[in-house]
């Protein structure tokens, strides 16, 4: 199960949201124009993960979820959450959530927020203590998971 990234889930979870409302909108909570200023939410979401990559980038480290890390980033966004790429991710989901103004659609974020805190982060922990140990573990004491 090592092969589903991500990305990969987010956009399932993007795709699973516009089929939902298609076809089962259960309740329409937010409507137009209203629903627009979700927009706004899901451009700040994708600007916060590509920043958070764009940091991996620069510091010339791993950024795939099921490999070993090189280094430890703790700068740029990564001062403030230890996670802003599923943060920027999460965030646009919500911000697809108000686009789409119905109630059904909110399964897939809530989906998306699970398997990330309960596989992806988990494996990830367990892998950055095992390479950088206490240097990690301070980190980890010092910035929050999400936010």
Known sequence: MKT?????????????MVLFRMYDPYYLWVSTPYN?????????????????SRTFRQHRTNIHTFKKPNQLVVEGLFKYSRNPMYVGFLMALVGLFVVLGAVSPALFVLL????????????????????????????KSSTRRWI
Do not use: Q
């Open 36 to 52: 627009l200023i979700g927009l706004v939410l899901l451009a700040a979401g994708l600007v916060v993960s590509i920043m958070g």
């Open 4 to 16: 589903l990234l991500p990305p990969h889930l987010f956009l399932i979870c993007c795709f699973g």
């Open 112 to 139: 998306f927020l699970i398997v990330t805190d309960r596989w992806y982060i988990k494996y990830e922990e367990n892998i950055l203590n095992e390479t950088f140990g206490v240097e990690y573990e301070r980190y």
